[in-house]
């Protein structure tokens, strides 16, 4: 039996999916979520094995006009991917009409040999589904796609369809990862990704980009019971009270919140202590980005 296996990046602009999408294919959270613009930061690797197959999915960054210099390097991240895959695969929403920063994306595949599949995401929001193939009509007017197909990543609609599609397009090779292996990612990253998604879920206005968490400390203290102390770091001061809340209530929230999906992923027992601390203007400085991981060499 031939056996395939190969890199697969999820790209687009912000908000349309790809980290629902990543989760539906991988069969389980491997990147966080939210209906806020910007959510990935980093390449998360999500590993899918099956009998014939090994796919290893890269949901970058959404691709937009960068603001800063966290900004910059989402974006140039995002666009280093496209020539390190075996597919790629362009998520959009089916609710919208082709957006400007979509043709702008289109015009980056153009510059890549790897073969390229639509995937119309959201197809369940539509009120009529004669609408999806409007918009396929109008993504294809852009470029031919080697396939196309409408997908619910939510709902989890023809999410093995396109799996099928993609999984005919690797090239034959072996397994990267081990069979029980979903993802690459460190627990202190997983740990540090779960506890934003909670802040953005919370909390409003400017704070959520301005948000990055650090895990500065983790320890097994029994067989069943892990300690964690992590930062949530901040640009303002009013940011830092808007998190922490009224007597503490808001920190406490995002605190259950977290450890509650925290002890449902790892299968032990979590104390989480957070903390809220002030870097200011932190997004737009290259050595405090470094700190935080974000290098443009990864």
Do not use: C
């Not at 599609?165 to 627990?187: C, N, S, V, W």
């Not at 901040?234 to 259950?256: D, F, H, P, W």
């Amino acid at each position: 039996m031939t056996y395939r296996s190969g890199f697969v990046a999820l790209v687009g602009r912000p908000n349309v999916g790809k980290s629902t999408l990543l989760n539906a294919l991988v069969g389980q959270k491997v990147a966080i979520m939210s209906n806020r613009p910007q959510t990935t930061r980093n390449r998360i690797r999500g590993v899918r094995t099956s009998e014939t197959s090994q796919m290893v999915f890269i949901d970058t960054p959404g691709i937009h006009k960068p603001k800063h210099r966290l900004g910059e390097y989402m974006v140039e991240i995002a666009l280093r991917t496209l020539n390190e895959v075996d597919v790629v695969v362009l998520v959009v929403d089916a609710t919208s009409a082709v957006h400007p920063t979509e043709v702008e994306i289109v015009k980056e595949l153009e510059r890549v040999r790897t073969p390229v599949i639509l995937a119309l995401n959201k197809v369940d929001a539509l009120p009529d589904r004669a609408v999806a193939l409007q918009r396929i009509e109008a993504y294809q007017a852009l470029r031919d796609f080697d396939e196309f197909v409408p997908v619910s990543a939510l709902k989890g609609e023809q999410v093995e369809r396109l799996a099928e599609l993609i999984e005919a397009r690797l090239p034959e090779g072996p397994k990267y990862y081990p069979d029980d292996m979903i993802t690459d990612q460190p627990e202190s990253h997983i740990i540090s990704e779960i506890v934003r998604e909670k802040v953005l879920l919370l909390t409003r206005d400017e704070v959520p980009h301005s948000v990055m968490v650090a895990v500065e400390h983790m320890e097994r203290r029994s067989s069943d019971t892990l300690y964690v102390s992590a930062v949530i770091y901040t640009e303002r001061e009013s940011q830092k009270a808007i998190l922490i809340g009224k007597q503490g209530q808001m920190l406490k929230r995002v605190g259950e919140m977290a450890r509650h999906e925290l002890e449902a992923l790892f299968g032990n027992r979590i104390y989480l202590e957070l903390w809220v601390k002030v870097k200011r203007d932190w997004r737009n400085k290259p050595a405090l980005l470094h700190q935080f991981g974000f290098d443009r060499d990864r």
